[in-house]
C-alpha cells in the first residue's frame, strides 16, 4: 500500500474524522464560547421581557378610570366639517357636542350644546335654546352665532365637506351650498339673539334633530379656526393639541399618529359633574386579528370588530365578552340594469330568489348576521320593510326558465365585482356556487382594489356588485333615498317617476308617522318588485367588551355616548347586571 | 508506484467534457442531489395536478368549514370547506409557474442586453451599463406595490413586473461572462471569419456563458417566487379565484390560532421548494465554478 | 477617492429625478381618485376638494409645482389626513422604521457575522453544517411566514412575547425586530462563510500564523477585513430589502411604520403621501447604496476604480 502524507490521509479519512491540530481547537473553543455568551444573553433578554409583564392597561384603566377602546382606523383628522368616517365619530362626540344628543339606550335626542327646543305649528321651524352654561374649552360661552358661522363654514362650497348634505333640509342650505346662492343670509338658519339658534326647514323633517348629533353639524370655534388660517382651508393646525378649542365632555390631551389618541375630562363641559369617565385612550385598529389579541392581553377594554374566524368561539364562551346586535344597515348586491341578462326583471328576481340567504348567515358569516329582503333594515324606529320573496329555489327556476334561459341553457354570465376584503370574498364565493347549484349558471367573481371598486360603481362597470350601506340616522328614508332616480349613490339604473314623488314629496308632507310609514312602504314595495338590488344581509355591529365597562348599550346606531360609560373593577362578569353609577 | 496510480493517471488523460465533470460533482453534492429530486417531483405533481388531485379546485362544502387533517382530507380543508391538498397542489401550479416564467423574462431580457453590451463595448457598453446601474438602485419594492396597486389583477403584468426587476443582475453576469470570453481565440476566429455579430453571440458566446447562467437562474427562481408570495400577502399579487402559495400562507396567517394547518402546510412546501431550489442552485455553481472552491 | 465619491454622487441626482418622475404620473395614471368614497359625493364638493389640492391645475404645472415645492424641502399636505403635512408624517413613521432596521441589521450582522465565521472555521463539519442550513432555512422562509410562526409560539403558545405595537408595552420590540433581521442574518451568515473561507486560504493569513501570532489576533486583524467585504458591500441591497420587508413586519405587528405607510397610502391614492415616501426612500436607498459602496471601496481599493458596482466578478 502506498504511504500517504498526511493531508492525503485525512482527506481519505472522510470529512467527518479530520483530526483537528491544537491551534485549531482553541480557535473552535475560543469562538464557542463567545458564540454561547451571547446566546444566553438573548436567552436571558427573552425571559426578563416576559416577566417585566406588569399591570395591563384595563387594570391601569379600571383604577384610573380611564377606557382604552379600540377605535378602527386612524382617524383622517378632527375637523368635524372635514372628516367622513365612523372612527372619526367617536372621536369627535366625544370632543365636542351637537345640539342635541342621543341616549345610547333609546336612540331619542336629549338636550346637548341646546338645553330645550320648540317646534312651530307646521313643525318647519325648530328654535333651540342654548344652555347658559356651555362652555368652550377657553372658557368662552357657546352662542348660538358659533352655530351659524359654523354652519356657513359646514355649507361653503370652498370648504369640500362631504357631509354638507346633512344640512340640506334647512331651506337654501343646498342652494348654498351649489353656488346658487352667495348670501348666507338667506339659509334658514339665524341667531336672533346669542341664547337663541332658530332654524327654518324646507319641510318638516322628522329625523333633524338626530342630525344635531352628526358630526357635520356640530359648531366648532370661530376665533381658533381663524386664528391659524382661511376657514375655508383643510390644511390648518387648528385641530393639534394645544391649539384645539372644543366644547365636549373631553379634551384633547394627547395625539401620536397611528399610535393613540388621547382625551381628558373637560373642566368647563356645562354637565361634568355627570361624566365619569377621567380619561380615554382612542387606539388605531385596523387589523382586526391583532385588536383581538390586544383585547385578550388586557391592553384595550373594548374592540371595534372581532375577525369572523373568532366568532364560534366567543359564542361558545361562558360569560362571554362578545356583544352583538343589529346596527342600521343593509348588505346587498347592485344589479346594473342596463346589462343584459340583467334588464329583464325575472331575472333579477330570479338571482334573488335562489340565495340561501339562511345558510350563508349561519356558515360563512358564522351565524353573526341577519338575513335582509328589502333595503331597509327591520324595526327602524318602527318601520318595518315589505318582503316580496323568500329563498325558493324551484321558483327561481322557474322564473329563469320563463326568461328565456332554462335550466342555464344560454346563459352569457355575469361576474360579481367586490372590493378586496376577506369577507366579501368569502360571500362572493359561496353566491357564485349557490347560483351554480340552483340555476346552473356560470358567474365568475373578480375583486378590486378599493379605489377602483368605488370607480368602478360610480361609473356604472359592472354586472353585479356588492354594496353596503349604513345609515346615518334612524329613519328609513336614508335608505330609501338611495334609490332616487338622480341619486348618486342609485348606481343601478332603477328610476321611476312617482318612486321618487313618494320619497320627495309624499313622505315629508305626511301628517302623522303611519302615514309616513305607509308612503315609505308604498315606495319599498314598488323598489323590490323591481329587484334592481340583492339584499343580503342586515349587519350585526360585534364588539368584544370587557365586563368592567358598564354604560355602553347596544343600539341600531352603534352609537357611543361617552357620558354614560363608567368603569366597574368589581365587575368580572359579563351577567352580572351593571349597578347604576353613584353620581 | 502501484497500479492504481498508473489507471488514475490514464483516467485522468480520458478527459471529460465541462459538463460530464460537472454532472459527477454534482452527484457528489448530496443536498443538491435532494435537492434536484424534490424539485422533479414537484414538477411532476405540479404538472399533473388536474388529473391527480383528490378533489375538483372549486369543491366547497359550508357546512364543512376547517377541519384538521383526517382520512378524507390528508391536510384538512380551508374556511369554505375545499380540500387543502387540492389547494395546495394548484397554489403550486401557480406559485411555480410564475417563478419559471418571471424568471424566463428576467433571463431573455437579461442575456440579450448583457451580451450585447459585453461584445460590442466601447460607448454602447458604458450606456447600457450605466442604465442597468440607474435601474439597480431604483427601490423596486415600492414601484412594484405602486404598480400591482395601480393595475392590479392582471397576471401577465405580475410576470412582467417581477421579470423587469430580477433581469439586471443576470445582464451584469452574462456581460461580464462575455467580456472574458471575448478574449479567448476561438471568438477572434469567429469574428476573422466574418461571422455577423449576431451570430457569433447566439452560437458561441452564449453557450459557454451558459455556467453562471444556470446557476443563477436556479438561484432567480425562489427569489421570484418569493417575491410572488410577498405580493400576494399584501394582496396585491395572484388574485382569488386562482390561488398560490403566497395567497394560501396570508390567509393561513389570519387564522393561525384557529386553524395552524392552513399556515403550516402551505408553508411547509414552499419553504421546500425554495430550499431545493437554492440547494441546487448552490450544487451547479460548486460543480460548474472551477474556481470558487470551497477548500 | 474623492473623484469616486463625485462620480458616484452625480449619478445619483438622474436616478432620484426619474424615481420622482415615473411615481408622479404613475400614481395619477391609476383609476381611482382620492376623494372617491363610498357615499357619492356632489360634484361642487368634489371641485372645492380638487381646488384645494390644486389637483385642477393641467398636468404638467401640476408636476413642476411639486418640484418647486420638493426644493424647500416641503412633500406637500397629506390627501388623506388633512391636516398634516406629509413631512410630518413621513417623520413619525421614519423614526419607528428606522429603529425597527437598525435594529434587525444588528440582529442580522452579529448573528449572522458569528456564525457564519463560526462556521468557516471548521469547513464542511458539523459545526458548519447546522449553522448553514439553519442560515438556508432562514432565506427560504418568506417574512410573512416566518413572523406568524414566531407570534404562534413565542406570543400565543408560550406567552412569552407581546405581539403587537412597539413600545407600548417592554418587549414588544424583539419579535419583530428578530422576525425581519432573520433574513439577512442567513444571507449574511453565507457571506461571511465564503468570504472568511476565501480569505483564510490565502497566504498571507498563513504567513500570520506561521509568525505565531495568536488565533484571534490573526482573524480579527487579518481575515476579517478581507472577509467580511461581501458582507459590507451587501449591506446595501441589504438596506432596500429591509425597507421591502418592513411593508409586512410592520403589518404583521401593527408597527406604526413608514413601510406600512406607504402601502396604505398607496391603497388610499394619498397622491403627496406616496410621491412623498417614494422619493425620500429612493433617496435614502441610494444613499445608502453609496456609503456601502464607499465603505467597500476603502476597504478595497481595487475597487475604487470600477465606474460600476457589480464589477466585481
Redesign the interface.
Known sequence: MRRLSLTEFRRRAGLWFRLESTQERKRRRGFARFTKATCIGCLLTLVLAACMGGESNVERGNREGGLHYGNGAEPQGLDPHVVTGVPENHLLRALFEGLAVKNPYTLESEPGVAERWEFSEDRRVITFFINPEARWSNGDPVTADDYVWSWKRALHPDMGNEYSYMLFPVVNAEAFAKRELEDFSEVGVKAPDPSRLVVTLREPTPYFLQLMDHYSTFAVHRPTIEKFGKATDRFTKWTRVGNIVSNGPFELEEWLLNRRITMKKSDSYWNKDKVSLNKVVFYPTDNLVSEERGFRAGQIHYTYEIPLAKIPIYQAMEDTPYVQAPWIGTYYYLLNTTREPLTDPRVRRALAMALDRDTLARTVMEGSVIPAYSITPPNTLGYYPPKLFDYDPQGARDLLAEAGFPNGEGWPGLEITYNTLESHRKIAVAVQQMWKDALNIDITIANQEWKVYLDSVTTMNFDVARRGWIGDYVDANNFLDLFLENGGNNNTGFAEAYYDELILNLAPQAKTREERYARFFEAETMLMEQTPIIPIYTYTSRHLIHPSVCGIPSNLMDSLNLRYVWLDADRTSSSQPCESQSL | MSDSGLTAIQDAEKGTSLWQDAWVRLRKNKLAVFGLIVLATMGVIALLTPWIAPYAYDAQNLDLGATPPSAEHFLGTDIFGRDMLTQIMYGGRVSLAVGLIATSVALTIGVTWGAVAGYVGGRTDAVMMRLVDILYALPFMIFIVLLMVVFGRNIILLFLAIGAVEWLTMARIMRGQVQSLRQQEFVEAAVSLGLPARTIIRRHLIPNALGPIIVYTTLTIPSVMLLEAFLSFLGLGIQPPQTSWGLLISYGAETMEEYPWLLIYPGLALTLTLFSLNYLGDGLRDALDVRGSKD | MSRFIALRLL??I??IL??IT??FF??R?????P????????P???A??E??YKLDLPLFQQYTAYLGDLAEGDFG?SF??????VN??IE??LLVTAELGLYALLIAT??GG?AG??AS???????DYIPMSLA??G???????L???L??I???EL???????W?????DK?LPSITLGAAYAAYIARLSRAGM??VL?QDYIRTA?AKGLP??RV?LKHALRGGLLPVIAFLGPAF?GL??GS??VE????I?GLGR???QA????DYTM?LG??VF??TL??LF?LLSDILAASLNPRLRHQF???GM?
Not at chain 3, 251 to 254: D, E, P, R
Open positions: 449619478q445619483a438622474p436616478v426619474a424615481v415615473v411615481t404613475l400614481v395614471v391609476a383609476p381611482g381618485g376623494f372617491d368614497s363610498e357615499k357619492a359625493v356632489l361642487e364638493v368634489k372645492a376638494l381646488a384645494q399636505p388623506k389626513y388633512p391636516g398634516r403635512s410630518e408624517l413619525a413613521g452579529l448573528i458569528l465565521i463560526f472555521l471548521k469547513p464542511n463539519s458539523a459545526q438556508m432555512i432565506i427560504c422562509m418568506p417574512t410573512f411566514l413572523g406568524p410562526l407570534v404562534l413565542f406570543g400565543i406567552e412569552w412575547l407581546p405581539v403587537t405595537g413600545g407600548d408595552i417592554p418587549g424583539i473561507l476565501e486560504s500564523r488565533e484571534h482573524v432596500a425597507l421591502a411593508f409586512v403589518t404583521l405587528f401593527q406604526p405607510f406607504y402601502v398607496a391603497f388610499n391614492r406616496i415616501t417614494t426612500l429612493s436607498i441610494v447604496n460600476h458596482t457589480g466578478p
